[in-house]
T-cell receptor, first 114, second 113 residues
């Protein structure tokens, strides 16, 4: 069975602080994909990144970076110099093998205060 | 360039009423999904479809039915609405598989009194 754990339910930071959102996953598949989605207060789901299980390279996109470590089954997301517009719920998700299911974590509510 | 469109955006029902949520995509995607989002629960898969004329149960299918008569449309039905079905419903689609980036609709907020 697949499982995604986002242990941080809520995080509150002050603008310009760096913040890391944790994601730990469980799967028996050797081939799987990990995703991060952002849900701003307006409610839509915005895709941020996809990573497959064979690519452990970290990725940086502007102020966003992702650290994928298979050894610890983690796919953590860091926002550098956070901004108020980063306030949102962030979901980590996992899909794998022949399973048609995309398993979401319960999400982390990030609030960036001015 | 609509992507995935959900109808309606909001609805209030009384317990026992029935209704159908419509999801339409214009990207010629094979796979379509219905999720529900509840506070503190993330998104949970209700039903999905891997092509026209096929549907399958997801994680929380009880109380819902679906149909995929046309490739571009995926309908979610509530035959007898219950307060426990109060939720935000999201439809999504992918071209060929669950490993792809999901294209989500904007959601339907459903309240059942």
């Amino acid at each position: 069975a697949q499982k995604v754990t986002q242990a941080q339910t809520e995080i509150s930071v002050v603008e310009k602080e760096d913040v890391t959102l944790d994601c730990v996953y469980e799967t028996r598949d050797t081939t799987y994909y990990l995703f991060w989605y952002k849900q701003p207060p307006s409610g839509e789901l915005v895709f941020l990144i996809r990573r497959n299980s064979f690519d452990e390279q970290n990725e940086i996109s502007g102020r966003y970076s992702w650290n994928f470590q298979k050894s610890t089954s983690s796919f953590n997301f860091t926002i550098t110099a956070s901004q108020v517009v980063d306030s949102a719920v962030y979901f980590c998700a996992l899909s794998g093998g022949s399973n048609y299911k995309l398993t979401f974590g319960k999400g982390t509510l990030l609030t960036v205060n001015p | 360039n609509a992507g995935v469109t959900q109808t309606p955006k909001f609805r209030v029902l009384k317990t026992g009423q029935s209704m159908t949520l419509l999801c339409a995509q214009d990207m010629n995607h094979e796979y379509m999904y219905w999720y529900r989002q509840d506070p503190g629960m993330g998104l949970r898969l209700i039903h999905y479809s891997v092509g026209e004329g096929t549907t399958a149960k997801g994680e929380v299918p009880d109380g819902y039915n679906v149909s995929r008569l046309k490739k571009q449309n995926f309908l979610l039905g509530l035959e007898s609405a219950a307060p426990s079905q109060t939720s935000v419903y999201f439809c999504a689609s992918t071209r060929q598989g669950i490993w792809e980036v999901q294209h989500f609709g904007d959601g339907t907020r459903l309240s059942i009194l």
